[in-house]
């Protein structure tokens, strides 16, 4: 952007000024006509805040278009199926633990491991 004289800045900010003042002046016969027209109907604003939609251009919020889920219930603990002589343990579900990896490529089988 070229460099301006402080002149030329100050007659854009009166230019701007007055590109506002105009806005604001447009802007209030608007909030007039929807005051009067929620008036009528009876809508208030605790209304609009409930929120049928998000503001997403009429798309529900995603709470509202999820099914309502169910709370986690704890299923308890989970035996311990493998140990080894550092006292690594396993339940023997999800993804294989290193250490277990490391003794099955040193020709260890994973039944060595298992608790009784």
């Known amino acids: 952007m070229p460099k301006l004289s402080a002149e030329a800045l100050k007659a854009r900010i009166a230019q701007l000024q007055k590109q506002l003042a105009a806005a604001e002046t447009s802007k209030a016969p608007a ?10 109907l009876g809508v208030t604003l605790e209304d609009l805040s409930e929120g049928k939609t998000s503001g997403r251009r009429g798309r529900p919020p995603k709470a509202l278009s999820a099914p309502p889920q169910k709370p986690n219930k704890s299923r308890g603990k989970v035996a311990i199926k493998y140990r080894d002589e550092k006292g ?11 250490w277990i990896v490391e003794a099955e490529k040193a020709g260890k089988s994973r039944d060595a491991f298992k608790t009784n």
């Open 31 to 40: 909030i007039q006509k929807v005051k009067a027209l929620m008036k009528k």
């Open 88 to 98: 690594n343990t396993w339940t023997g579900r999800g993804k294989t633990p290193r």
